[in-house]
């Protein structure tokens, strides 16, 4: 089992900026491939990053791909998505997860999920 926990949400300007951080703990973080998810209202959860179990493999959505960095910490059980440049249309709940294997863009590939961190971008 894996536990993971967002946090670092929050109301922002657009334009600004946010870090989420992923608290992971249980079995070895190290093991597992990140995903992170968001979810708006009224919408279907959406993949926005992957990393590989090493961080030597970064995947984006379109939407956030020059904007969002995806980085992780083995040694500290942390993951990562810091947010640049952000636009109104980036508010959601995110999610981090994580998977054996691979990074996924396929939600329903996922094990483990955090409770999620809200984040509003304000116009």
């Known amino acids: 089992q894996v536990q993971l926990a967002e946090s670092g949400g929050g109301l922002v300007q657009a334009g600004g900026s946010l870090r989420l951080s992923c608290a992971a703990s249980?079995?070895?973080?190290?093991?597992?491939?990140m995903g992170w998810f968001r979810q708006a209202p009224g919408k279907e959860r959406e993949f926005v990053s992957g990393?590989?179990?090493?961080?030597?493999?970064?995947s984006y959505a379109d939407s956030v791909k020059g904007r969002f960095t995806v980085s992780r910490d083995n040694a500290r059980n942390m993951g990562y998505l810091q947010m640049n440049s952000l636009k109104p249309e980036d508010t959601a709940v995110y999610y981090c997860?994580?998977?054996?294997?691979?990074?996924?863009?396929?939600?329903?590939?996922?094990?483990?999920w955090g409770q999620g961190t809200q984040v509003t971008v304000s116009s």
């Open positions: 997860a994580a998977k054996r294997g691979p990074a996924s863009a396929n939600s329903g590939d996922y094990e483990y």
């Open positions: 249980g079995r070895t973080f190290s093991w597992y491939a």
């Open positions: 990393l590989s179990w090493s961080g030597g493999v970064a």
